[in-house]
């Protein structure tokens, strides 16, 4: 069974993060389907009618003068597009809200358990339970810690024509995503304050910096080579898709494309395969993170157990 609590060196956090997949994916990635399911059938169906509604409209033949028509297209149907947004706002910030967290909610059952042994209402719950905490994070993370990095990462930006940059951001960038994953992590699976988590995860990043920093560091970059390779093969499916149903419509019929079902069914399954697919990877680099965080906590862990277990052999 794989072993969470275990100190690991640099190479073990990469192959562990895949090994965790290979003992786990299944079972992981059952869960993670079921519940992003109905979320993404209404994404879908907001990208497609949001899509059609648009193309009409650019693809009109009456918008001969885009300037004055276009403009009053969107004054004239505000009311609905603001009602497309609004919705989709919604569900993808609830979408967001779930597969930022779930790895993190997934090892903790782990953890515990050390087995599979529960179900997609187990997660589901203890998501529901912890709600107010994740929504609370993002808030104290979005104004509070964000403005601090981004001017952290500006300066940095800013450096980088002294070429001291360089390098320096190369080490703050996985630096502060690797210590606010293990705040994360600390906020939801330990009983800690927003800023205990935040103290907690700078303390357990400072006790194996370089192999930490480097473990995020390839992870990134195999997972955004990974999905960008993906991603653009479905980019030029898209273009292919726009100019085959070009070609079959009379004289290139702009109008006829837009009211291709077809060619809007093609790109909101495009859309939410990219999304789906971004969501899959960006729960790849936290179950790393995870392993990680578990990891440096290994030592105390394990120190309590074998404190437990001395009473138990003197018995």
């Known amino acids: 069974m794989f072993e969470l609590y275990k100190k690991r060196q640099l190479g073990d956090y990469i192959i562990d993060t895949f090994s965790f997949f290979k003992t786990f994916g299944k079972h992981f990635f059952k869960i993670f389907f079921i519940i992003n399911g109905a979320f993404l059938l209404i994404v879908g169906a907001l990208v497609f009618f949001f899509l059609k509604s648009n193309f009409q409209a650019v693809f009109n033949d009456s918008l001969d003068q885009p300037a004055d028509n276009l403009a009053g297209y969107f004054n004239d149907n505000f009311g609905l597009l603001a009602g497309f947004v609004a919705l989709f706002f919604i569900a993808v910030i609830a979408l967001s809200l779930f597969n930022s967290t779930y790895p993190i909610l ?20 203890i998501f529901r339970q912890n709600i107010w905490k994740i929504i609370k994070f993002c808030i104290g993370l979005t104004f509070l810690v964000v403005p601090v990095l981004l001017i952290v990462i500006i300066i940095l930006f800013f450096l980088c024509f002294l070429i001291v940059g360089i390098p320096l951001l190369l080490i703050a960038i996985p630096a502060l995503f690797t210590w606010v994953n293990f705040s994360f992590y600390a906020y939801l699976t330990e009983d800690k304050s927003f800023f205990q988590s935040l103290n907690h995860a700078y303390l357990l990043l400072k006790e194996d910096f370089w192999t930490s920093i480097g473990a995020t560091f390839l992870i990134l970059i195999m997972i955004q080579m990974i ?13 292919f898709m726009v100019f085959l149903t070009a070609m079959g419509s009379s004289n290139y019929n702009a109008e006829a494309m837009s009211d291709s079902p077809l060619l809007l069914l093609f790109l909101t399954l495009i859309f939410i395969l990219i999304f789906t697919l971004s969501n899959i990877f960006n729960n790849m680099i936290m179950i790393n993170q995870g392993i990680m965080y578990y990891s440096l906590g290994a030592k105390d862990k394990i120190s309590n157990r074998d404190i437990d277990l001395i009473g138990t052999d003197n018995e």
């Open 227 to 239: 999905q960008g390779s993906i991603t653009m093969v479905f980019y030029f499916a898209g273009i």
């Open 106 to 125: 997934y090892l903790k059952l782990v953890a515990k358990k050390n087995t599979t042994d529960f179900k997609t209402e187990d997660i589901t719950t």
